[in-house]
């Protein structure tokens, strides 16, 4: 079999990367996963690209779109092919892992709507990722990056500096993704004493009510106050220096900026706010259930790497402490 790069692939003389039958099935699979499942847009997205890279591959191997027979008449050794050539492309195996969920989840909804099975993708064993721990910032840090104060010698206009302060504040204080924070709405926001709680919508489109901090509450307020454009009830609470829509990005250059200022570790990034929201409060006797509510988590399972990574702490705290250890 050639082995094609699936990365670059593309359909050859202008054919269509799949036959009519099997690209109408997977238009049919990716509304299914929106609609149905309520998976994120990013991981559709995710989820279609890939398929479609299988499918670019295998046809250079059929010479030409695949179709749903040829798809029953794969081979194991097909698709360890597949995942062979995007190793050697430079693909890690957690995007490896991904890619053969997806194209599983595309075989299991042909087989459950009679288009027949694809049974090489069972059997072909997912990539081994290696598990790595959560790296949280020490608490005095993590109380830091929230102190506009810190950035005072750049050439920054003091509403710009309230608002990563806010951000920043709100990722570590209420554990939020970036997405969820900049995701907020201006009216979903309650002014200081007005509210302790705002809600926030996750992965999935699920929504949760999450704390908000009366410190966190009073550094957006700072910043709707200093913020030269207006913000309606159901705009963006945070804009950009434009008045658009705040970029992720933006948010992950501020944490660059801090990390030098307050001399921290290439693993001080936004999202680590987040794992030391849930480390911090595991620490101080915070319920694994409720981390998990809080976090968004859909299976407890993801929360409990946060009891690895308390035990890791008092181990270092015993080996730096101890006259034995």
Known sequence: MTQANPKNAKPKDGLAFAAPDVAAEMARWLSHLGAERRMSAKTVE??????????????EHFGGAPSLK????LAPQDVRAFMAARRADGTGSR????????MRSFARFLERNG???????SAVRAPKVAKTLPKPLHIAAAKQVSDADLRAGEEREPWVLARDAAVLALLYGS???????????????PAPGQGDAITVTGKGNKQRMVPLLPQVAQLIADYIALCPYNLPAEGPLFVGVRGGPLSPRIVQLVMERLRGVLSLPDSATPHALRHSFATHLLARGGDLRAIQELLGHASLSTTQIYTAVDTERLLEVYRSAHPRA
């Open 95 to 102: 995007s490896l892992m991904r890619a053969l969920a997806g």
């Open 115 to 121: 288009k027949g099975q694809v049974g090489a993708l």
């Open 175 to 189: 554990g939020l993704r970036i997405s969820e924070a900049l995701g907020l709405a201006r009216g979903g926001v």
């Open 70 to 73: 040829q798809l029953a008449k």
């Open 46 to 59: 995710a989820y279609g690209r890939d398929v479609r890279q299988f499918l670019m591959f295998l046809g």
